[in-house]
């Protein structure tokens, strides 16, 4: 595989745990963009957040995505906000295709609701405000997107699966 794969989407949508599963599936080298940035800087992601605003850590996540796509056949399971910068998006599609994952707002409440990480909930942890973000989100993820998945009530396994079958349709 010479194409990188970026998956996208909203918080909890199985990010993470898709890019595991396709890590093991195509055996290559998988890049967790919030991961990396913590430990480049040493500190959660949320204390980013917290000490220097959302501008900063969305800088670090666009020297990330351009580090990144100078690479070739690695997963990459971006940050939720990672695509909101048309650079980062220009970036993904010259050096990879974009996955996107999706899941409704209750499935993302039931995965995030006792996580500390997530700094754009913090103070906002229910379903109507994950919707709402959501909503606001949703045409970017899908005007950027190659192709999408829906990861609600699937398993890890069979949701690669699918990737991997578009991907080698497409």
Known sequence: MAENIFLIGFMGAGKSTIAKVLKEKLSVPLCEMDEMIAEQQKMAISDIFAQ?????????????????????????????????????????????????????????????????????LNGHMNVEYIRELMEKRRSRYESVADLAVATDGRSAETIADEIIAKLREA
Request: some cysteine.
């Open 52 to 120: 220097y605003g959302e501008t900063h850590f969305r800088d670090l996540e666009t020297q990330l995505v351009k580090d990144i796509s100078e690479k070739d056949g690695v997963i990459v399971s971006c940050g939720g906000g990672a695509v909101l910068r048309e650079e980062n998006v220009s970036f993904m599609k010259e050096n990879g295709r974009i996955v996107l994952l999706s899941a409704t707002p209750e499935t993302i409440y039931e995965r995030v609701r006792y996580s500390k990480d997530r700094p754009i």
